[in-house]
Nanobody
Framework: QVQLVESGGGSVQAGGSLRLSCAAS????????MGWFRQAPGKEREGLTT?????????DSVKGRFTISPISRDNGKNTMYLQMNSLKPEDTGMYYC?????????????????????WGQGTPVTVSS
């Protein structure tokens, strides 16, 4: 059974940094499209970044500030990270990691959240000015 669990959210002042973690389990292979999304109150879910093997894409809103890591083995768990630097108040929201349902498809849908089948429960990020 696939499971994604995010952690690492919190409150930070503008200009600060956070690193979010996504612990992944139940996958049959490593070649899945993985992504990070966020949803601010009253707004639609926004795709931030995707990674399929060495292929990475970023939304313009986070390019140069956020970095998605490959999945690595960390304390016995397969974990993906989102390093967030130079945070802005508009980065406030619930952050989710997600994956496609099947491997070997690349991230054919780009940053569209509709193409992602498995989701974590989210971790909140608040950036104050």
């Amino acid at each position: 059974q696939v499971q994604l669990v995010e952690s690492g959210g919190g409150s930070v002042q503008a200009g600060g940094s956070l690193r979010l973690s996504c612990a992944a389990s139940g996958y049959s292979h490593s070649a899945y499209c993985m992504g990070w999304f966020r949803q601010a109150p009253g707004k639609e879910r926004e795709g931030l970044t995707t990674r399929y093997l060495g292929f990475i894409s970023y939304a313009d809103s986070v390019k140069g500030r956020f970095t998605i890591s490959p999945i690595s083995r960390d304390n016995g768990k397969n974990t993906m990270y989102l390093q967030m630097n130079s945070l802005k108040p508009e980065d406030t929201g619930m952050y989710y990691c997600a994956s496609y349902r099947s491997p070997f498809r690349g991230c054919s849908g780009g940053l569209r959240h509709e193409d992602f089948a498995y989701w974590g429960q989210g971790t909140p990020v608040t950036v104050s000015s």
